[in-house]
Nanobody, 115 residues
């Protein structure tokens, strides 16, 4: 059972990044997926959620209109497209699979927004 994130890195303010998270070892299409982030010295916060079918999504207020979560249930991958990035988006981004009281976490990928 594993989630592996990728796509993080250094980007200038106003730039874009797309994070990916590949799942293995469980039935991906049965799980809702979430992206969280944790900035230095701050608590982990929920960024975005997508239902198991991909029909419904939800976002934290500060990400609405800038971030887009999507998934591919054939490739067992969830994505987070991040546009108009700001320095305050700097954080480690984690993907999370959830179904009832079952959860799986990835190891995180670092996003740094800086000029």
């Amino acid at each position: 059972v594993q989630l592996v994130e990728s796509g993080g890195g250094l980007v200038q303010p106003g730039g874009s990044l797309r994070l990916s998270c590949v799942a293995s070892g469980f039935t991906f299409s049965n799980y809702a997926m979430r992206w969280y982030r944790q900035a230095p010295g701050k608590e982990r916060e929920l960024v975005a959620t997508i239902t198991s079918t991909g029909i419904s999504t939800a976002y934290a207020d500060s990400m609405k209109g800038r971030f887009t979560i999507s998934r591919d249930n054939v490739d067992n991958t969830v994505y987070l497209q991040m546009n108009s990035l700001k320095p305050e988006d700097t954080a480690v981004y984690y993907c999370n699979a959830i179904r009832g009281d079952l959860e799986v976490w990835g190891q995180g990928t670092l996003v740094t927004v800086s000029s």
